[in-house]
């Protein structure tokens, strides 16, 4: 029965290291922190027989001060070298860099109920997310202009527990305004993200392939990209009742039957031929364009494809609900599970993880997108009418390591898709991978620890009700190994070179070390990421 099904959990856990300096930080004056590392030395060595860097995993040592990634030396070049500073071995536990979710929804200010930058940022640590890029809207009111930007700014400030970068949004009210779209980018949002579909909320509308265009033109001076959520709705209206009175509004396939591939087809055919001028000579030349969450993994997946082959700027990221989960194993009423695009069927979800094995898909993002569990519509069950959106953000490592396991996915692949790729979308070019010269934003954990996961387990979220990822409700055959983040030590005065292995005691204790006051680390250890660069002079 449902209830009794024991989730297993893979492992792992850590913690990770230094949030840092990041780019050009708004107020320079008040972010003058020397701190710079959970850990509490200047200069330190991180020690592991696994650590993730660009040229393979190797067995070694990083070296890094004052936040920075000042050395990485392999262990047998170690020999007869002395080390200055301290050392932390982490054993055989993974050392990566630190994820980067370019696709976040932190509704504050205005929906903080729905999900805070307090909460989001927690959570997203204890995801092993050291950069978090959030969208412009489901927060009040959108961001959509200069005098947004510094609402969300403001909200955000102090608040935060992992860096934080803002994406600004595209709308019909800015895109043939150039100088509002100039004013936004010159404010610092780290590139563009629109709708070719009603997005939900109320003052953020949809866009056109036109508004696409013009947006594309400013943002080709910037050299930043623009996001876009590519469904195009093929019928007049939005179904609150089911189309065909027979269907039940409460079974997932009466859901999945309102948003069929064809609108995410759609809307990538239109996107494909805007992105044409993104080829070298083109009139968009220096412009990109990223597709989000992908669920269609047939023609919408092809078109990409050739796009890609023709030489147009664009890529596409999926979802680990779309890697995870399959319509067929979603219960009727289970509203946990309603996002938009759908998760679609199970020979679709193997084509998206052939894709991403392949690279035809090129990086992963959370998609967090909560909300208050009333309008998740637990007890009625109603997918028409539930809001869409799936919380994910504590479990996108987990779940994209322990449901990789059966496609051999590597920890190289791991970096690829969470750090190195959302890194260059973003313009983060100090991150993204453990690199000399890189600020240190790292993950450390266990990839080969199992532990349940019950509703008793501590992770950070604001409404754990409305997790998929938790909860009892997913078929006991798809033999789900769940992993999880660990830190390496209970405090920090006691931090030794042995990594501690109790997990749920280690999971509250990133909490403890990442956001509390008491613990002698302060938020302002992370920054707000404010881009001022790629700018065309
Ligand atoms: N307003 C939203 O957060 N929408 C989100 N909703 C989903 N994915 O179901 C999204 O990213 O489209
Ligand atoms: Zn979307
Ligand atoms: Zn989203």
Redesign the pocket.
């Known amino acids: 029965m449902d209830y009794m099904l024991q989730w297993r959990v893979l492992p792992l856990l850590t913690l990770l290291a230094s949030f840092l300096f990041l780019f050009y930080v708004q107020n320079s004056s008040k972010s003058s922190h020397k701190e710079c590392s959970l850990i509490p030395y200047q200069h330190y060595w991180i020690t592991s027989k696994r650590i993730v860097t660009p040229q393979g995993v190797i067995s070694g040592s990083v070296e890094i001060k004052e936040g920075k990634i000042l050395s990485i030396v392999k262990e047998e070049d170690w020999q007869g070298k002395s080390k200055v500073g301290h050392i932390v071995d982490y054993e055989e536990a993974v050392v990566m860099p630190g994820l980067i979710d370019v696709h976040a929804?932190l509704d504050d200010p205005g929906r903080a109920e729905w999900e805070g930058f307090p909460s989001g940022t927690k959570a997203a640590a204890a995801g092993g997310i050291t950069t978090l890029v959030d969208?412009p809207?489901?927060s009040f009111p959108s961001t959509v202009s200069q005098e947004t930007l510094k609402l969300k700014i403001k909200a955000a400030k102090e608040r935060i527990y992992v860096d934080v970068g803002f994406w600004g949004g595209l709308v019909p009210e800015n895109a043939f305004n150039a100088s509002a779209l100039e004013a936004l980018l010159n404010a610092g949002v780290l590139g563009l993200k629109s709708f070719m579909c009603p997005?939900?909320?109320n003052d953020f509308p949809m866009t056109n392939a036109s508004h696409i265009k013009e947006g594309l033109s400013v943002l080709a001076k910037y050299r930043r990209p623009l996001l876009v959520?590519a469904e195009i709705q093929q019928d007049s209206e939005i179904h609150l009742e089911p189309k065909d009175s027979s269907d039940d509004a409460h079974s997932y396939s009466t859901y999945l039957k309102t948003r069929p591939p064809s609108w995410e087809e759609a809307a990538i055919r239109e996107l494909v031929a805007v992105t044409k001028e993104t080829r070298s000579g083109g009139l968009a030349e220096g412009s990109h364009l990223h597709i989000?969450?992908l669920s269609d993994s047939s023609s919408s997946l092809e078109l990409i494809k050739e796009a890609k082959n023709g030489g147009d700027s664009i890529t596409v990221e999926t979802c680990p609900h779309y890697l995870a989960f399959s319509a067929e194993d979603i219960h009727d009423g289970d509203t946990r599970f309603k996002?938009?695009p759908p998760i679609r069927d199970a020979a679709n979800k193997e084509k998206l993880w052939e894709a991403l094995l392949e690279g035809h898909i090129d990086m992963l993002s959370s998609?967090h997108?909560p909300t208050v569990p009333e309008l998740k519509l637990l007890d009625d069950g109603n997918f028409l009418r539930a809001w869409?959106?799936?919380s994910s953000l504590q479990f996108v490592l987990p779940v994209t390591w322990s449901y990789g396991q059966k496609y051999g996915v590597t920890l190289e692949q791991l970096a690829l898709w969470w750090s190195e790729r959302p890194a260059k979308l973003a313009g983060q070019e100090l991150k993204g991978a453990l690199a000399t010269g890189n600020l240190a934003d790292i993950v450390i954990w266990e990839p080969d620890v199992e532990f349940d996961l019950n509703d008793a387990y501590p992770v950070y979220f604001k409404h754990p009700i409305i997790s998929a990822y938790m909860g009892t409700k997913l078929p006991k055959n798809e033999n789900i190994a769940w992993v999880w983040l660990k830190v390496g030590q209970s405090s920090l005065g006691a931090r030794s070179n042995v990594a501690i292995r109790n997990h749920h005691q280690l999971l509250l204790n990133l909490a403890v070390l990442v956001i509390g006051p008491k613990s002698g680390f302060k938020t302002s250890l992370v920054k707000i990421l404010i881009s001022s660069q790629g700018m065309d002079a």
């Open positions: 929804h969208m809207l489901n997005s939900g909320i959520h989000v969450h996002c938009a998609d997108s869409g959106g799936i």
